[in-house]
Nanobody, 125 residues
């Protein structure tokens, strides 16, 4: 059974940093795209960052220059480094596996078949 488990969320002050991790079990990360999404209360799920099997990357305009996605296939792990955090970054963050490629443009939930249960990120003073 494929399982994704996020960690690293928490409470941080504006301007601070967090590093989210997602450990995958039940399959390797070979030949799949990995991604991070987020969802705030009352908001639609938003694609934040993703990286394809060929290491092409996408970052939403709202996080570009502040967030960096990475993958470690040997450890079956993906990460999201979040810097210069803003209150509007507050959300539940989800990791996912799927089939996104650069030709798709921005990442969408329908590109991804496997999801974690989420980790809460709260940016507040």
């Amino acid at each position: 059974q494929v399982q994704l488990v996020e960690s690293g969320g928490g409470l941080v002050q504006p301007g601070g940093s967090l590093r989210l991790s997602c450990v995958v079990s039940g399959r390797t990360l070979d030949n799949v795209a990995v991604a991070w999404f987020r969802q705030a209360p009352g908001k639609e799920r938003e694609g934040v960052s993703c990286i394809s099997r060929a290491d092409s990357t996408y970052h939403a305009d709202s996080v570009k220059g502040r967030f960096t996605i990475s993958r470690d296939n040997a450890r079956n792990t993906m990460n999201l480094q979040m810097n210069s955090l803003k209150p509007e970054d507050t959300a539940v963050y989800y990791c996912a596996l799927g089939s996104w490629t650069r030709s798709h443009g921005r990442s969408r939930p329908d590109h991804f078949a496997f999801w974690g249960q989420g980790t809460q990120v709260t940016v507040s003073s």
